[in-house]
């Protein structure tokens, strides 16, 4: 994943800037989302899967209506690609699937239907993965498996990092060249998560993405560059043109390893990659 930055996703809707609606309005689409489901599991139960995922799908203008709030959750950024237009225009994605669920060897299994229109399983991302993505869900060998009758999706182990948690996001890291890789000490099953989303996801096929990439790390670079430079003429005395230098720079380290800056987790990590217990201060 292309620099994901942890996203909070909240429980109520009681913070700010949750979404541009009364609360009235709010309660009202989680009421109508039990009224589908409820719908869902009638059909369920009968048996009746293809028009099961019929109705979901015919319902899509429903998740679409909290696009907005995912925007406002990650600054307006795709939570996958951490990008605002250069990964195309945004999809409100289903993180578990909602019809078919395929793993790593294209088998099919009956997908999240029940998490269809649940809040906690949409995902804001750039139609560009989320097209490649489609119904791609593969669980480790040996997970448990979460079904409508049990449900468990804390206790699967999903191939896919989730760009909502936090641990996920921890995993995946960025080198000087654009591309995303596993993070230093990955285990072999971290590994194996991190590549097969960055496959899945298109995070370093989207060659415009990884040149983007780059540059961020080229300025984060060029402005450690300078910073260190004038700090460094601190050091030989009293020097206020160089002590401003180095105020300046800060500031724009800072401000490019911000949440709000397009792909802020690349910034961090050419700050990481310098090793410097000052520098990494300054993205604490």
Known sequence: MNGLTPVNTPATPDFPGWIPWTEQQWQEWLSRSRLYNRRLTELHNAGDFETRNEYINARSTHWGRLKEWLKVLSYGKCWFSEVRDLYSHYDVEHFRP???????DGTERDAYW???????????CGNVGNRKKGNWFPLRVGSLVSSF???????EEPYLLDPADADDVSL???DEEGKAVPSPGATEWETMRVEETIKRLKLNEHNDLAEARRKVWLDV?????EYLKHKARCNNGGNPVAREKVRAHCVNIRNMTLPNAELSSVARWCVMFRNDPQLSRLVA
Do not use: C, G, H, M
């Open 172 to 174: 995946i890291s960025f």
């Open 98 to 104: 909602k019809a078919k669920s395929k793993s790593t």
């Open 114 to 124: 029940w998490l269809a229109f649940d809040y906690t399983n949409y995902r804001l």
């Open 221 to 225: 670079s060029t402005e450690i560059d």
């Open 149 to 155: 009758q049990t449900q468990n999706e804390e206790s």
